[in-house]
């Protein structure tokens, strides 16, 4: 995907209301807007002065040689200069440090709410959408708060001050010239709209181009493999080539534009001297106040481009700030109400539950029912897409079921307080999530407060990772991730069962958690977890026939069905679903890794 996707457009009727709550944003930081406002009146002031200051020099000084004005011009120059300079500082770095505050704000409070989105928002949304909202919608926010406020406030100013000076040099002069300022101004708006559209599209053809390349980047081998290079290239010629066009049509508006506008400057200049030359004014007009006239003339133009401009800007930021808005309002999950958990036994009771991810989709999990009684262990098995996962993530209330009733300790699951909830469960699941932080950290992660040392190491101990994380240079201080240490499938594994085993929660998931582990791992850990599993819940979906074995009760899952449910020696005398699952997946010795493990 494009770095830089860019934002929906929004209707301009709901643009609105968009803005005013941006703008609430903004509103705390008022005191240093107000300062940057002041500091932009000082800035507009000098400027204007600076060109009324042309009048005397040119009278006074240069024609009518007056010595005072001579020795004073290079004073106020210089004063002038020094209040240019202080007022566009000032502003500046007012405007962006609200802008800043603004952004940062933003920023936080769309990650917080990130924490508590349900799993079913990050399912349906893709991780580089979300992520840059993060960092590229935001900072187009800025664009239309601060950025816009900015513009609008000071070339405002800039043409009040560079219009009183013309006024002060001449009534009649100034009214001449405002019958062209709209066609001027015509002209720019008709040009910013096309800049605009132009834009989109340029940004577009890049997103395809940057799409395309990344494609063929991240798919190299495939690409090398079944020979995709001659359709890759006819494709990628085409985005290219698009590309060009539309930046070929964007100098063209902009070179063409820019002449255009310089006609009608030309013309405009024609008919100010076509009109200050005729022989009443030639009396009222001297040649300085005229210099200064055609001087603040000119300065207003690139003023007037800007604000002109300015709903560009505005209408960017709203579409970004829509987009972060829409996440904001998204409902998140409820952590702290509801039904308090305090010693939690570990009871867990599936009552015909039922699931569909989607509203109107085949179900995954049909009508399931079975008890997970404190200190027993359950193992669950099935084949790929059974529903083994799907039937393990109901318990932390990653989803929740469409049908039936989940209950810990005879609670119905829905209406515990999520917070104890979670806290009741220790998971290892399939695809291990490891931090880019320490060893140590990473086993501690989630626990409250400092946790000891030798507490973090006894649970590495336990699940078999001591061996080798005693190996690294740092031992448990090793930092994992960039410019870190990589580990291996089953070392990551086992940084994830010793994070569980700290957790130290009466219900305990194992997803697949032993799968990466070589046979003399494994039967190290199944040690260790055995120690663990005694006191507590557990569920563990496995692939492995010791955990099976000794499981006190195996349920098997077919299509989102409990389809048998025993302990091994039952099932295998039944000779159904398990029986064959038995055959296909543990019909080597006992303790060899699987031949066909389906997950
Ligand atoms: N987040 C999700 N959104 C929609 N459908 C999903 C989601 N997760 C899983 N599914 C679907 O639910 C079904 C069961 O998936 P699940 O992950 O529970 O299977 P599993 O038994 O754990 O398989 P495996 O052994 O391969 O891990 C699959 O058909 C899958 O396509
Ligand atoms: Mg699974």
Known sequence: MSANPSPPSTPDHRSWPVYRRLLGYSRAYWPVMLVAVFAMALDAACTGGFAAMTEPLLNDALLAKDWDTIRMMPVWILVIFLGRGIGSFVADYCMAAAGRSVIRDLRQQVFEKYLFLPTSYFDQHSQGQMISRLTFNVEQVAEATTNA????????????????????????????????????????AFVSRRFRRLSRKIQDTMGDVTHRASEVVNGHRVVKLYSGQGVEKDRFGAVNASNRRQHLKLVATKSGSASLVQLIAGLTLAFIIFVATRETMLDQITPGAFTAFMTAMLAILPSLKKLTNVHVMIQRGVAAADSLFEVLDSPQE???????????????????????????????????????????????????????????????????????QLRLDGLAICSCRLQDLRASIAMVSQDIVLFEDTIAANIAYGSVGPVAEQDIQAAAEQANAMEFINKLPQGLDTRLGEGGVQLSGGQRQRIAIARAILRDAPVLILDEATSALDTESERLIQAALEQVMRARTTLV?????STVENADQVLVLDQGKLVEQGTHQQLLAQGGHYAELHRLQFQDSPDSPTPARSG
């Open 149 to 188: 406020i900015t513009v609008v406030v000071r070339d405002s100013l800039y043409i009040i001050a560079f219009l009183g000076v013309m006024l002060m040099q001449s009534v009649r002069l100034t009214l001449a010239t405002l019958v062209i300022a709209p066609v001027i101004a015509l002209i720019i």
């Open 334 to 404: 409820d952590m702290v109400r509801g039904q308090p958990l305090t010693a939690v036994r570990g009871e867990l009771e599936f009552d015909n539950i039922s699931l569909s991810y989607q509203p109107g989709q085949a179900p995954v999990l049909d009508q399931v029912s079975f008890t997970a009684g404190p200190g027993t262990v359950t193992a669950l098995v099935g084949r790929s897409g059974s529903g083994k996962t799907s039937l393990v993530s109901l318990i932390p209330r990653f989803y929740r079921p469409t049908g039936g």
């Open 541 to 545: 979906i496995a692939h492995r026939l």
